[in-house]
């Protein structure tokens, strides 16, 4: 019986050491391992996330960067267009320039048909693009001066520049251009045509003083108007006696007395 007891006894406090060895800390620990595989399970969708946002900026610059492309490209296509456009335009007006040079060669001139032959040319004029013909009478210049101008005018518009009035300057003298610009044709222009019109009168009256010995084509007034020359004080009827008035010389720019100098013939 007291065997039994001791063994009871023996048993019961391996039981109670056995309970006593087990970790306090059991469900703590499996809080904190299921918490940890909770936040890398986040931190995994956090890359992922972050791996998506890249991708989707990258794909956003790209298509921009492609509707840049395309847009830019669309531009080089619409301005080649115009481009040819342009040039098939001006391959057949300059088609139909010859086309009228060779009639105006091949038509027969003689006495009896001589004013036919003006009428029919000033109305191929009118109908044509600018040319480098034009006529030895000086009523027939002046009607096909104003009949290319105009045309001129009328095709460029407000785009007109500089060289396309270029002609004036061999096809027409200077008498003829300053007549011109006193009509009302002339006034009639776009504000550009009339700028060039009279730039280059202007540098054809200019020419003037460049010869060794200045000789004036026009009234001194039109050099004054147009700037050329300055306006000659009152009580003065020529530069000459300007020049010696000292008060007043002195106040011209350099390139005004530079000019009444040289038509003085006092200066270079």
């Not at 056995?18 to 391992?33: R, V, Y």
Request: aromatic share 8%; proline share 2%; with cysteine.
């Amino acid at each position: 019986m007291s065997t039994k007891v001791n063994n009871a006894t023996l048993q019961n406090n391996s039981d109670n050491k056995n309970e006593s060895s087990t970790p306090i800390g059991g469900p703590l620990n499996k809080l904190i391992g299921k918490q940890a595989a909770q936040f890398e399970e986040f931190g995994k969708r956090l890359q992922e996330s972050h791996k998506e946002y890249e991708s989707e900026l990258k794909n956003f610059d790209d298509e921009n960067y492609r509707k840049k492309i395309d847009t830019q490209a669309n531009l080089i296509n619409s301005l080649r267009a115009r481009i040819e456009e342009l040039e098939n335009d001006t391959l057949e007006k300059d088609q139909h320039i010859k086309k009228l040079r060779q009639e105006i060669v091949d038509f027969p001139l003689s006495n009896n048909s001589k004013d036919s032959f003006l009428k029919d040319y000033e109305d191929m004029m009118e109908h044509s693009n600018w040319n480098n013909l034009s006529l030895n009478s000086s009523n027939n210049n002046n009607a096909t001066l104003n009949s290319r101008v105009q045309e001129i005018d009328t095709l460029y518009g407000r785009s007109v520049k500089l060289r396309q009035y270029k002609f004036l300057k061999s096809s027409y003298s200077i008498n003829e251009l300053i007549e011109y610009t006193k009509t009302d044709n002339f006034n009639s222009l776009n504000k550009k045509s009339k700028r060039y019109i009279n730039f280059h009168v202007k540098n054809m009256l200019l020419q003037e003083f460049q010869k060794p010995i200045v000789i004036l084509s026009q009234d001194l007034d039109e050099y004054i108007k147009r700037d050329i020359l300055p306006r000659l004080p009152d009580g003065h009827g020529d530069y000459m006696m300007c020049e010696d008035d000292s008060d007043w010389f002195d106040t011209l720019s350099d390139i005004h007395q530079s000019r009444v100098r040289k038509l003085n013939g006092t200066g270079n």
